[in-house]
């Protein structure tokens, strides 16, 4: 549709190839993450320099590139140590998380009792739990994983089970009237249908879980860029402390990356609206 | 003619609200017969449907199908809807093999002969007009196009019972009148006993040999006529005198029921 009435617009000026004049669009927007990010160090840069900011308030880029450089080896190793924490409880929420949400999307008995208290559960900050689980466990990397998991698992939970029980009757009638068991509902219609919400849950649950296992590790870890930042803040290595947040925005950035593309390969289907094209 | 669907005194209602969606109904439909069900909206046509499925059984009153007690799923039946309900994520020919990998004796043999399910599903699918659109996931059809692949998706298993709840609603008008066609031949070429649901008084006359008419809710058939237009009826068939005679009456019967008595 778009495609047919582009070439319209450029019809007016016999000069420009409407082919070049949208060749050079798709560019300019491909650019356009680039030229924001650059323009935005840029600025900062600027205006540190311009007001003479003092670098306990706001480091400039250029000082924060400066402890990328020496502090490069903490850096990474927390950052590993931090990525480690969240895959871990990450992963913890996908399994508990998909088999909780498939049990109470396919029993409404289930679904009555248990959403109550998983909405109770949710609405707990998880900063306030880190002490029990410090308690529990001790200062180390357990209370980082189980941050991450019991941040993460909700958006699981209550997407797998909306998907599950947005199943359109007539579909299910079709199937049960062939003799289907619920079984096969769920196999055959079920499961596959709750897919892109499985998937679009897991890009808002690895973000919640990287939350997660930041806070832990700023409270109660030896190790990690939470706690990397918690010793940072303490000798006021305002730098490294924007170093390790840049760190962190990276590490987060990439994860999510990989979130979005797997979501795209498993369930393409479900994006076919063009309108966001 | 025997009787293969026949319901008998037949009161039904969901929940505890005690309104009845259907009280009283008697219904028979012959073997190889195409009846058509016509009503105020809100009747309980679509209890119907279910009631003849075994997808809810009666409170009171029989439900036979096939000379049998319904007492489970009768499995020998095909549906299709106003909403095509065909799965996105499923090509059109994966979408018509879903009912085989459901129903026995199909399902256990699925694996080792799907050449030849694949084979019977592009048969089928050139039938209704579809021929080489298999591979085509659903929502690269259009609304028609999905409605056909939806009656191919009910006639795979080669049901014995086919059942529609106005599987044309929400089409335009010529599309719903190429439909017709598509739906008049594949009964007249399977032989089946096809129940029809529908608001639409012409699309009953025009396909069905006997068109039941229900009251308001709670449903029960308040009047039933046979269609003696000789087959096989052509779309001109709609413009004669005997047809507009035969859905001048109907409407005028529906007209009654919506009257609350």
Known sequence: MSADAEPLAGAGSPSEDPARVRVAAA???????????LGFFTAWEMICRLFNVSSYVLPMPSAIAAVFGTYWWPLVFHSFHTLWMTLAGFVLAILFGLALGLAVGASRFLYAGVYPLLVGFNAIPKVAVVPILVIWFGVGWLPAVLTAFMISFFPIVVNVATGLATIEPEVEDVLRALGAS??????????PRSLPYFFGSLKVAITLAYVGSVIAEYNASKNGIGNLMARASADFNVPLLFAALIALAVLGVAIYAIMAAMERRMTGWASRSQFAA | MPAFVELTDVTHAYGGDGVSAVEGLSLAVGEGEFAAVVGPSGCGKSTLMKLATGLQFPRRGTVRVAGDAVRKPVKLAGMAFQNPTLLPWRTTLDNLLLPLE????HRSRLKRERDRYVARAEALLAQVGLAGQGQKFPWQLSGGMQQRASLCRALIHEPQLLLL???????????REELWCVVRDLAAARGMTV???????????????????????????????????PRPRDLEVTYTRTFIDLVHDLRGRIAEARQPS
């Open chain 2, 102 to 105: 459901v129903v026995e004796p």
């Open chain 1, 182 to 191: 619920k079984r096969d509902i769920m196999l055959k219609v079920g499961i």
């Open chain 2, 165 to 175: 709840d106005e599987p044309f609603g929400a089409l335009d008008a010529f599309t």
């Open chain 2, 195 to 229: 129940l029809l649901v529908t608001h639409d008084l012409r699309e009953a006359v025009f396909l069905a040999d006997r068109v039941f008419c229900m009251s308001a809710r709670p449903g029960r058939i308040i009047a039933e006529r046979v269609v003696d237009l």
């Open chain 1, 27 to 37: 560019r300019r927007v491909a650019a356009a993450p680039w030229l924001f990010t």
